[in-house]
């Protein structure tokens, strides 16, 4: 009952947190709280200097305010949308300028971790039930790689897998992130959809990785790792792996329902160089497991001859013994670290492979991080050297595929890559040069 003109006067005294939070109470409130003279005030405020005429009256001066009448008659909440789309920019702004400085050695951001938290960038997954019911978590932790973040969730209320159809990963910024440096959980907030997976029959539509004797793990393209329990085949935890690059536009410029396109890129045509494109990539490989890293570096002057093109990809050779190539070997016992809130666990012989294929212009080409498993191959090794047994592991999505052999040393029980090899779509190469191979 309280008339319009009161309400008005006590909405012009809010904080923007608190006049967006008061236009969710109703229709009447939200009209209201959309006031373009509201939000005229509140963006004059910030981004536009105080503009004043001066008259000369008895020796002295007197500001006028210039807001007039063509300023506040602009559609509904004209203002409210540029105040909220300027902050929002110069977040971002702000978070590029610190995604900048890049690391000597791989040509890759080394402020990933610092540019994140400038514009309070959190994640979240939504479990979605078969009754239209929605979950959802959020208490995570964070874990910073060379090239991508992990992410894990666990919770002791988990909703039972045999009634979940989908599971929804969103990055999450606050709404205003200009207006706190450690934005508030329960302040206005908006999501960006990343990937949606589907749950019905996970474990036959999902990846078996691997298992210890609590949980065995499933893995979900792209990058999802979900550990059931064994004894209840129920979830224990969910963890995401996400590369850097293509991270904060993916987790930020989408909305709640669809996820952000990646603009094509646009080639730059080479007539004078015949094997424009086959030439001068840089792989940096990272892989890890949740609490170590077992391999980290970097792999310059990559190519691809044309006789070696076939099926519909191009080989690029990282580490072969007919080349004579230095081997690598792995740090540590090789396995995925998991935790929960009372347990804790490592699943062997599997780890998260983070791949940043950049091209001879330093570029980012070709790049993920996702679960993936050791297997013991069939084929004995013909190496005299290496007494143990060979693994493999195998990696593919739309752009390439990643084909890796390892021989375990049993005297000195490590991991040696003795062949890594990355095959590229030339669908991928043909759109990203503008060749034809």
């Known amino acids: 009952s309280m008339p319009s003109e009161m309400l008005m006067k006590i909405f012009s005294y809010l904080d923007v947190a608190s006049l967006l939070s008061v236009g969710c109470v109703n229709k009447h409130f939200y009209h209201l709280a959309n006031d373009n003279a509201i939000w005229l005030k509140i963006y004059s405020r910030c981004f536009q200097p105080k503009r004043t005429i001066w008259k000369m009256k008895s020796e002295q001066t007197e500001p006028v305010s210039l807001v007039c009448a063509p300023l506040l008659d602009r559609e509904p909440r004209y203002w409210k949308k540029e105040y909220i789309s300027k902050q929002i920019a110069a977040v971002k702004t702000r978070a590029m300028r610190l995604f900048k400085p890049v690391d000597p050695y791989t040509d890759l951001p080394r402020k990933n971790k610092e540019s994140m938290k400038a514009c309070g960038l959190s994640w979240m997954i939504v479990l979605k039930d078969k009754n239209g019911k929605e979950h959802t978590m959020e208490k995570a932790n964070l874990s910073f790689k060379h090239t991508s973040v992990t992410i894990l969730w666990y919770s002791i209320n988990w909703p039972c897998l045999d009634i979940l159809s989908t599971l929804k990963l969103f990055g999450v910024m606050p709404l205003i992130p200009g207006e706190s440096r450690a934005p508030s959980r329960n302040g206005p907030r908006r999501r960006s959809l990343i990937a949606e997976y589907h749950l019905a029959n996970l474990t036959e539509s999902g990846v078996a990785l691997g298992a210890d004797k609590l949980v065995q793990l499933f893995s979900l393209n792209p990058g999802l790792l979900i550990g059931l329990w064994k004894e209840k085949n129920e979830i224990a935890f969910v963890m995401a792996n996400l590369h850097y690059h293509q991270l904060f536009e993916r987790s930020t410029l989408g909305s709640a329902t669809d996820p952000y396109a990646l603009p094509p890129n646009e080639p730059v045509l080479d007539d004078i160089d015949p094997e424009y494109g086959l030439h001068d990539y840089r792989l940096h490989l990272d892989m890890h497991g949740g609490s170590g890293t077992y391999l980290c570096g970097t792999f310059r002057n990559l190519f691809c001859r044309k006789g070696d093109i076939a099926n519909g ?121 503008g060749t034809n191979y």
């Not at 996702?370 to 050297?385: F, H, I, K």
């Open 313 to 433: 990809y191009l080989r690029l050779t990282v580490v072969s013994l007919k080349d004579n190539v230095k081997l690598l070997s792995l740090i540590g016992t090789v396995g995925i670290s998991w935790e929960t809130d009372v347990l804790k666990g490592n699943v062997k012989d599997c780890y998260v492979m983070d791949v940043t294929l950049l091209d001879e212009t330093g570029k980012p080409f070709w790049c993920f991080s996702a679960p993936v498993y050791m297997e013991l191959s069939s084929e004995a090794s013909s190496l005299y050297v290496y007494m143990g047994h060979i693994y493999t592991t195998d990696y593919a999505d739309s752009e390439g595929k990643v084909c890796l052999e390892l021989a375990w040393l049993e005297e000195s029980k490590e991991y040696i890559i003795v062949s890594l090899v990355l095959y590229i779509s030339t669908k991928k190469v043909n759109g990203w040069f």
